[in-house]
């Protein structure tokens, strides 16, 4: 059973370019979050995906957009990179109504903007 | 707004050392709390929750408790292993539909043999 698989693993972009990040849930998760881990730093919650729609979203701006596919994978897209956005982008997927609160990130996107 | 308050770091221990890391946090209601292992090179990874007051999450030797009179979580362990040099992140997660984890700034431990 695969866990949460995101692609790719490192990725450098220079600044004003645009960047989709992908994440794939895990098997029979229906629900996606994102997360922006600066070095040194927890996790910052971006939005959050079910049944294709962003059903909650944190304190990010509208550069900051997102997918989710019928088969429940998510995209994250970035517009107008700033180096600001330099980070590790987490994806978490889980079963929405479900008593288990438990969320399974994956490895995560290395993201370099210069 | 909730927020979650962790201890810096880093801790280095000797291997079969007691581990204490703190965690507090302000929320309202009733929130649930987590904390997460982060292994070098790996994602997180969670390492137990509680989900009401006086509730004991434990995993892998690790024991937290849910204080509600206190706002705290904090992380124990009574003899850490080289193996558990990680970074370890408090969050708590708010009462109601609110999906939303609200992270602590993590904790980096090192465990020398």
């Known amino acids: 059973d695969a866990g949460v698989t995101q692609s790719p693993t490192h990725l450098i972009k220079t600044r004003g370019q645009q960047v989709t990040l992908r994440c794939s849930p895990k098997?029979?998760?229906?629900?996606v979050s994102w997360y922006q881990q600066a070095l040194g730093q927890g996790p910052q919650f971006i939005f959050q995906?079910?049944?294709?729609?962003?059903?909650q979203r944190g304190n990010f701006p509208d550069r900051f957009s997102g997918h989710q596919f019928p088969n429940y994978s998510s995209e994250l897209n970035v517009n107008a990179l700033l180096l600001g956005d330099s980070a590790l982008y987490l994806c978490a997927s889980s079963l929405a109504g479900g008593t288990n609160e438990k969320l399974f990130f994956g490895s995560g996107t290395q993201l370099s903007v210069l | 707004g909730n927020s979650v308050t962790q201890m810096e770091g880093p801790v280095t221990l000797s291997e079969e050392a007691f581990l204490t890391i703190n965690c507090t946090y302000t929320?309202?209601?009733?929130?649930?709390l987590f904390w997460y292992v982060q292994y070098p090179g790996e994602g997180l990874q969670l390492l137990l929750k509680?989900?009401?007051a006086d509730d004991k999450g434990s995993n892998k030797g690790f024991e937290a408790t849910y204080r509600k009179e206190t706002t705290s979580f904090h992380l124990e362990k009574g003899s850490v292993q080289v193996s558990d040099s990680a970074v370890y992140f408090c969050?708590?997660?708010?009462?109601?539909?609110?999906?939303?984890?609200?992270w602590g700034l993590g904790t980096s431990l090192a465990v020398n043999p």
């Open positions: 929320a309202t209601g009733y929130p649930s």
């Open positions: 969050a708590l997660k708010g009462a109601g539909n609110n999906r939303k984890l609200i």
């Open positions: 509680a989900t009401k």
């Open positions: 995906y079910y049944e294709e729609e962003e059903r």
């Open positions: 098997s029979g998760h229906d629900t």
